[in-house]
C-alpha cells in the first residue's frame, strides 16, 4: 500500500514540507487507540463486523501493524524521556451535549442500527486505551470531544509548556481523528510527523487519500522504521 500512495503524491507539482525531527522538542501523540473505536468486540468495530465484513477485515492491520507500531514508539520515546501523550475522546455530560454535534448525530444513527457511536462516557472501559498500548505513570491522558484535540482540550497551550515543538503522530483513524489533529498542529506550526503504519483506517482509499493529502501540505509521513531510524540517529547525536 505504501508504494500506491507515494506514486500518487508525486503527481503533486509543489515542493513538499521538509523538516528534521527535533527530538529534544518532540513528543509521540496516540490519538484514540481506545475499546471503543478499535477493539474488534466493542463498538464501531463490532457494528463493522456484523454489517461489513470486507471493512471489519481490513481493520485486522490495528491489531497486526498498527498495535505492535505503536509499542514500538512508545517504548522508545519513554526510552529517551520524552513525552508520551494519549488522547481520547469522549463526553461527559449525560445529554451528551459536550460532544462535537457531527458526532452526535453519527452516534444517533448508529444506535438506531443497535450499534455503538464514536461517542463514548468519559471513564467509561470504552473511553479507555487498550491494554496493549496503555498509558503508564508519567505519560499524559487527553480527553476530547471533537475529532480535533487542538479544538476541544488545552493541548496546544499544554505542548508550548513543555517546550514542544516537533509531533510524531499514531492513532485511529487516520483518514478522521488522527487527520485532524495532525492537519491542526501543522497549521499552528508544529512539525508533524505522521507515522503511516502507526495509524488505523476504515479503507485503503481513506488511508491513502489521507496520506497522500497530509504529505503533500501539512508535514511528513514515515513508516515505523523510517521514524526509528530518525529518532536513533537524533538520539545519538545528542549523546
Keep these: 500500500m505504501a508504494a500506491d500512495w507515494r506514486?500518487?503524491?508525486?503527481?503533486?507539482?509543489?515542493?513538499?514540507?521538509?523538516?528534521?525531527?527535533?527530538?529534544?522538542?518532540?513528543?509521540?501523540?496516540?490519538?484514540d487507540m481506545q475499546?471503543?473505536?478499535?477493539?474488534?468486540?466493542?463498538?464501531?468495530?463490532?457494528?463493522?463486523?456484523e454489517h461489513f465484513p470486507d471493512v471489519a477485515g481490513y481493520r485486522d492491520r490495528i491489531r497486526e501493524i498498527a498495535v505492535?507500531?505503536?509499542?514500538?514508539?512508545v517504548q522508545f520515546f519513554r526510552k529517551v524521556e520524552r513525552p508520551v501523550i494519549y488522547l481520547t475522546i469522549g463526553y461527559a455530560l449525560p445529554d451528551r451535549t459536550d460532544g462535537l454535534g457531527l458526532l452526535r448525530q453519527i452516534d444517533d444513527d448508529l444506535k438506531g442500527r443497535l450499534a455503538t457511536g464514536p461517542l463514548v462516557r468519559l471513564g467509561s472501559r470504552e473511553n479507555s486505551v487498550?491494554?496493549?498500548?496503555?498509558?503508564?505513570?508519567?505519560?499524559?491522558?487527553?480527553?476530547?470531544t471533537s475529532m480535533?484535540?487542538?479544538?476541544?482540550?488545552?493541548?496546544?497551550?499544554?505542548?508550548?509548556?513543555?517546550?514542544?515543538?516537533?509531533?510524531?503522530?499514531?492513532?485511529?483513524?487516520?483518514?478522521?481523528?488522527?487527520?485532524?489533529?495532525?492537519?491542526?498542529a501543522s497549521?499552528?506550526?508544529?512539525?508533524?510527523?505522521?507515522v503511516e503504519d502507526a495509524c488505523t483506517a476504515v479503507t485503503p482509499y481513506l488511508r491513502?487519500?489521507?496520506l497522500v493529502i497530509f504529505a503533500a501540505?501539512?508535514?511528513?509521513?514515515?513508516?515505523?522504521?523510517?521514524?526509528?531510524?530518525?529518532?536513533?540517529?537524533?538520539?545519538?547525536?545528542?549523546?
Excluded at 475499546?35 to 464501531?44: A, L, M, N, Q, W
Design 35 to 49: 475499546y471503543g473505536g478499535v477493539d474488534p468486540d466493542s463498538g464501531v468495530s463490532r457494528y463493522l463486523r
Design 148 to 184: 480535533s484535540a487542538f479544538n476541544s482540550t488545552a493541548i496546544d497551550q499544554v505542548l508550548r509548556n513543555i517546550g514542544i515543538t516537533n509531533l510524531v503522530i499514531t492513532g485511529a483513524s487516520i483518514e478522521c481523528c488522527v487527520a485532524a489533529t495532525a492537519h491542526d
Design 208 to 210: 491513502e487519500s489521507s
Design 130 to 144: 487498550i491494554s496493549a498500548i496503555a498509558p503508564r505513570g508519567g505519560d499524559m491522558i487527553i480527553n476530547k
Design 7 to 31: 506514486e500518487r503524491l508525486l503527481e503533486w507539482p509543489m515542493p513538499l514540507p521538509r523538516f528534521t525531527l527535533d527530538l529534544m522538542h518532540a513528543a509521540l501523540i496516540v490519538v
Design 68 to 73: 505492535p507500531n505503536i509499542q514500538r514508539l
Design 187 to 194: 497549521d499552528r506550526g508544529y512539525n508533524v510527523l505522521l
Design 217 to 239: 501540505m501539512f508535514g511528513r509521513v514515515a513508516t515505523t522504521d523510517e521514524a526509528m531510524k530518525e529518532l536513533t540517529a537524533a538520539r545519538d547525536l545528542q549523546r
